[in-house]
């Protein structure tokens, strides 16, 4: 099986294309990448960006999609309205899942999308969405509702869905509380939850980026939707409870922890 990531190279390794890719590789499916900016990364921060040129991007995926059988593709960090753009109508001929991760700001407070692309990716990328994966803070950004409750989280999904996204995933990693909650909305069923303890750590660079990764490496693998979204919070759940410890700031998560079978903690579905 074989997957894509489009997003940002993190030097660090815990977040972006570093992360996307061992986390394909840990779910047993092959990676190709597409880099659309380099970042100068680490625990402590982002500490310069170089984007990629558009056309470039495209170049990429050009030689990754003449060649091989893609089953599911990921974006990540774009950074900017062109960058989206150029994906948009390449992908779009394509017909494949598609998991978008809109990737706006990393943890330490930088930003890794230019505010003007936040309609760009509106407009030309998530119609094209199979799941959209937004954190509290992006999901805000996306719809400008302030999200701080059951109802107003219900309004800013519905806002996405509305632009073509079928599956939407409101991440609660920036949520208060006991547990870690994902809320996921759909255009035609209930919406269900997917949950587990939350974890009392610092070393949660990447977590996004992970769990997203993992949604597209189970679509890869051909499991419906709603089961990719179950087993990659399993993997991020694994990765985020049994951390590596490396780095002087936000460590990043263990991506060993999944095969390791460190993953003993439920996954409650509601
Ligand atoms: N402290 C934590 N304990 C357990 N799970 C967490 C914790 N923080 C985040 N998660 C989970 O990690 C995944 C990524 O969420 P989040 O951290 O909100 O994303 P992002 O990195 O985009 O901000 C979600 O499944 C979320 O529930
Ligand atoms: C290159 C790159 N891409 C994405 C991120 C953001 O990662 P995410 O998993 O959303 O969360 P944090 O790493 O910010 O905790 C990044 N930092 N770098």
Not at 88 to 102: F, G, M, N, Q, Y
Not at 116 to 139: G, R, S
Request: charged residues 15%; aromatic residues 6%; hydrophobic residues 45%.
């Amino acid at each position: 099986m074989i997957a894509c990531t489009i997003a940002g190279s993190d030097s660090g390794g815990g977040a972006g294309i570093q992360a996307d890719v061992k986390t394909f590789q840990e779910l047993g499916v092959f990676g190709t990448t597409a880099i659309t900016a380099l970042t100068a990364q680490n625990t402590l921060g982002v500490h310069d960006i170089h984007a990629v040129a558009p056309a470039f991007v495209v170049a990429q995926l050009d030689a990754i999609l003449a060649d091989f059988d893609v089953k599911a593709v990921k974006t990540g960090m774009l950074f900017s309205s062109d960058i989206i753009e150029a994906v948009a109508s390449r992908l779009k001929v394509e017909h494949l899942p598609l998991i978008i991760d809109p990737v706006m700001i990393a943890k330490g407070g930088q930003s890794l999308l230019q505010q003007q692309a936040i309609d760009a990716l509106k407009t030309y990328l998530l119609p094209l969405a199979t799941v959209c994966t937004p954190n509290i803070p992006e999901a805000e950004a996306l719809t400008g509702i302030v999200i701080d409750s059951e109802e107003t989280m219900q309004q800013a999904a519905s806002h996405l869905l509305a632009c073509g996204v079928q599956y939407v995933v409101i991440k609660g990693g920036h949520a208060a509380g006991n547990t870690a909650r994902d809320a996921i909305f759909t255009q035609h069923d209930a919406p269900f939850y997917v949950e587990t303890s939350r974890a009392d750590t610092k070393h949660t660079h990447g977590t996004g980026c992970t769990f997203s990764a993992a949604v597209t490496a189970c679509i890869a693998k051909n499991l419906s939707v709603r089961d990719a979204i179950i087993e990659a919070k399993r993997f991020v759940d694994a990765a985020i409870k049994h951390p590596l410890g490396i780095g002087q700031g936000f460590g990043p998560t263990n991506h060993f922890a999944y095969n390791q079978k460190l993953a003993k903690e439920n996954v409650y579905v509601l």
